[in-house]
């Protein structure tokens, strides 16, 4: 059984940094695609990052391009998601997700793509 579990979230002031982190188990990862994705209240869970650990590809949202890095550690299992430049507008609870079966294209970008989830971490930024 796949499990995701996120943590590093919290409550920081615009322009502040968070590093979230996503470990994974039940499975190997190594030719998994990872992401993470992000439901602020009253809105639909979007796109945020994605790494497809078997060719180190990184793909973002244009909202966090520049200020956010996804990376990984094959050896602990385990996702980051570095956000530095933290807006008011990046406030929601982010989701990590997996799945096996990308094959390439623009499906990364969808949340019916991932086949795991993990429980959410709160991000919240004040201004």
């Known amino acids: 059984q796949v499990q995701l579990v996120e943590s590093g979230g919290g409550l920081v002031q615009a322009g502040d940094s968070l590093r979230l982190s996503c470990v994974a188990s039940?499975?190997?990862?190594?030719?998994?695609?990872m992401g993470w994705f992000r439901q602020a209240p009253g809105k639909q869970r979007e796109f945020v990052a994605a790494l497809r650990w078997s060719r180190s590809s990184t793909y973002y949202a244009d909202s966090v391009k520049g200020r956010f890095t996804i990376s990984g550690d094959n050896a602990k299992n385990t996702v980051y998601l570095q956000m530095n430049s933290l807006k008011p507008e990046d406030t929601a609870v982010y989701y990590c997700?997996?799945?096996?079966?990308?094959?390439?294209?623009?499906?990364?970008?969808?949340?019916?793509?991932?086949?795991?989830w993990g429980q959410g971490t709160q991000v919240t930024v004040s201004s």
């Open positions: 997700a997996a799945t096996q079966s990308y094959l390439g294209g623009s499906s990364l970008y969808y949340t019916n793509t991932y086949d795991y």
């Open positions: 039940g499975r190997t990862f190594s030719n998994y695609l």
